[in-house]
């Protein structure tokens, strides 16, 4: 590989980043945030990087690598025609025309798209996960007696936190219909109704193919939360800024851990991602109670990597500054789909 790569930095037509950020809000810049940071960062590395933008027809694609011929398409395309279903495919067409890139390989992806499947392969696996059940699109269900509140109810599909809010946890079979008909009216997902783990909010980054590495645990904390507030990563705490300082979020590397706790967290994170055939990197939600016992909630492959998101401050934690992150995915990509790891 040479040391200045032709890069085409997929993304969706939404997510264009300007130039610059000169004279742009916080809230202006969230939409294009990660793509922005990512350009920047390889054009300083001296990669001749460009944004390939993806709509809903894979003919664009084509035609862009055949003009470009890319060394690696940069991956960060979170949906196709609009849902997040289709990028698994946009990638296995990628590696039929033998084209290298970045981020999670089509099969991890997809498992990553359903909660439900997810769930099922960890559970199969013996990886703990809060129990669950799913009320298809439209279609009305009876709590089973398993389910015992408090539960919280998500879109069985989206991510992002899209659908979370303090009124997902339920503590009632009122509250729980009203909740599982806003994800079906206003999302037009599933549902997913999950036993409420009470306990800290922790976060994995992951980094690798067959061998993998793992950053420093992270925490989600909050500090200011009304009273009764569940703590949890809602839409609102995801992406509004002045939200944020509102609840005294603040997010770092997890403190009162033990080492064997530290441990035990690693390896089932590794065991996780590997069960799920995730490559590239992934962010592994965790619940831990007060007991110790800790909940896989769900991983995300290919998560946020803005230069101020929680792996790239986990990754530079352990020593791994945003271009030499950068870099190792890269190469990750490449050496993935040359089949060298």
């Not at 992270?218 to 609840?247: C, H, V």
Request: with cysteine; charged share 25%.
């Amino acid at each position: 590989m040479p040391k200045k790569l032709r890069i085409s930095v997929m993304m969706q037509a939404g997510c264009v980043p300007p130039k610059s950020d000169a004279g742009l809000s916080e809230q202006e810049m969230m939409s294009c945030k990660t793509e922005y940071h990512v350009l920047q960062a390889l054009k300083r590395l001296g990669h001749d990087a460009e944004p390939l933008v993806v709509a809903s027809e894979l003919n664009v694609i084509r035609e862009a690598i055949s003009i470009r011929k890319p060394h690696v398409v940069f991956n960060l395309l979170e949906e196709f025609r609009g849902l997040d279903f289709y990028v698994p495919y946009v990638l296995g067409y990628l590696e039929l025309i033998r084209q290298p890139y970045t981020g999670c390989n089509p099969r991890g992806l997809l498992f990553a798209t359903s909660k439900a499947l997810q769930r099922k392969i960890l559970r199969h696996h013996r990886i703990l996960v809060p129990d669950f059940y799913v009320v298809p699109y439209l279609k009305k269900t009876r709590r089973p007696a398993r389910m015992q509140f408090p539960l919280i109810v998500k879109s069985a599909t989206a991510h992002g936190s899209v659908g979370i809010a303090q009124a997902s946890v339920v503590h009632d079979d009122e509250k729980l219909n009203e909740r599982i008909a806003f994800i079906h009216h206003e999302l037009s997902n599933d549902a997913i109704i999950e036993e409420y783990v009470e306990g800290r909010e922790l976060y994995v980054a992951l980094l690798g193919n067959q061998r993998i590495e793992a950053f420093p645990i992270w925490e989600m904390i909050f500090e200011k939360l009304p009273d009764g507030a569940a703590n949890i990563a809602t839409s609102k705490i995801k992406w509004d800024t002045n939200y944020q300082q509102r609840i005294g979020l603040k997010t770092g590397a997890a403190e009162n851990l033990t080492e064997s706790d530290v441990k035990r967290i690693i390896h089932l994170c590794k065991r996780a991602y590997r069960v799920l055939n995730q490559s590239g990197y992934a962010r592994i939600d965790l619940r831990m109670t007060a007991d110790g016992r800790v909940y896989v909630i769900e991983s995300n492959p290919n998560p946020q990597i803005a230069i101020d998101e929680e792996f790239a401050e986990s990754a530079l934690m352990a020593g791994v500054d945003y271009e030499s992150l950068l870099t190792r995915i890269i190469q990750l990509g490449t050496r993935y789909h040359a089949g060298l790891e």
